[in-house]
């Protein structure tokens, strides 16, 4: 369902959208952005936030100027140096507490070129977004197939127009309208959907992210095969049963070093033992049920490496942790991808 365009049309448009680069000493008001949220997906994806350590630098189609002036749901601004500080703010990003807004104009750098180009507005922006093939809303609707909405529900697009989509047939007419100018740049919160037979509300973009997040690490349907592959992350050897597990976690053969340095069966131990902290009690799945673990010796007792189909224990998310680089620094971890990112950034 992609709106594509050659990307060399993002060098041509009208300076009335994009502008050379320019200065400006005026106060900062950052506005609330869906293109924004956008591009922070993608930059996610690229930058492997939610799973492996990405090892070359990430093929981006183009990359913000430095510094600029974001803001999250509850008004508060942040002023962001550097692309690493823009990352950390990403890792630590939950439903409570996500970016939503940026200060305007700011420069992008496009990639292979040098000279910076102004997006002035939120229309600029998508204008980027949409001529560098993101990954928009269409698509990620056009390609579901592990949710249903509840109907109806309204959705925004880029012709400022709000329509209530009241069936799938509505909502896949509107996806095949052959106008590649309109197109969805955002929801009316909340809306519902139904997933793993569960109806749940979505109330705003963060969560229809980790809805996607959810969807694709749902799609992995690993054999019960015991081949192990090992990574290392953080400079601890992580085992997975198989290649495919690896894989669902966000990890690529080029991750994988040799198990034969991965000590044994004890690298979670290892890390529990060396640098994480863990905020008890905590629940872990055991057999179908959850069980309540007081402690780090209890927690190993439900945590089987050579059985488990994950690096770490099966967390009931979220979980709070800290680490010995920085032990008075707290985390509210989601999921466990977020969790072997941050032992991959503190456990050295």
Not at 137 to 150: A, K, L, P, Q, R
Not at 270 to 276: A, E, Q, R
Not at 315 to 333: A, G, M, Q
Request: proline share 5%.
């Amino acid at each position: 369902m992609k709106k594509i365009k050659h990307l060399f049309i993002l060098l041509l448009i009208s300076s009335t959208i994009l502008q050379s680069c320019s200065t400006s000493e005026d106060a900062t008001d950052p506005q609330k952005s869906s293109a924004l949220r956008i591009f922070l997906k993608e930059m996610k994806s690229a930058y492997n936030i939610t799973g492996r350590t990405a090892s070359d630098e990430p093929d981006m189609c183009f990359e913000f100027v430095y510094p600029l002036t974001l803001s999250y749901n509850d008004g508060t601004t942040v002023v962001v140096s550097n692309q690493n500080e823009l990352l950390t703010i990403l890792e630590n990003e939950t439903s409570d507490l996500y970016i939503d807004g940026i200060d305007f104009p700011f420069d992008i750098l496009v990639a292979g070129s040098t000279v910076p180009v102004t997006i002035i507005n939120e229309e600029a922006f998508w204008d980027a977004i949409v001529n560098c093939d993101m990954d928009t809303y269409d698509d990620s609707i056009g390609e579901n197939d592990c949710y249903t909405f509840v109907y109806p529900f309204s959705l925004l697009t880029s012709t400022n127009q709000t329509v209530v989509v009241t069936s799938e047939s509505a909502l896949y007419d509107l996806l095949d309208d052959d106008n590649e100018d309109n197109y969805i740049v955002d929801f009316v919160y909340p809306f519902s959907v139904v997933f793993n037979n569960e109806t749940i509300q979505i109330d705003n973009a963060y969560e229809f992210e980790e809805l996607i997040s959810n969807c694709n690490s749902s799609n992995c349907n690993c054999p019960a095969v015991y081949d192990p592959v090992c990574v290392e992350v953080g400079g601890v050897v992580l085992e997975f049963p198989n290649e495919c597990l690896a894989e669902c976690a966000g990890y690529s053969s080029e991750d994988f070093v040799d198990c034969s340095n991965s000590g044994s069966d004890d690298d979670f131990e290892d890390v529990l033992d060396s640098c994480l902290n863990i905020s008890y009690p905590v629940q872990v799945q055991n057999n179908g049920t959850l069980v309540t673990v007081q402690n780090d010796a209890q927690l190993l007792e439900f945590y089987n490496p050579s059985q488990s189909q994950a690096p770490c224990p099966a967390f009931n998310y979220p979980i709070t942790v800290s680490f010995e680089d920085n032990p008075s620094v707290t985390y509210t971890v989601a999921n466990q991808n977020a969790l072997m990112e941050l032992i991959q950034l503190h456990c050295d």
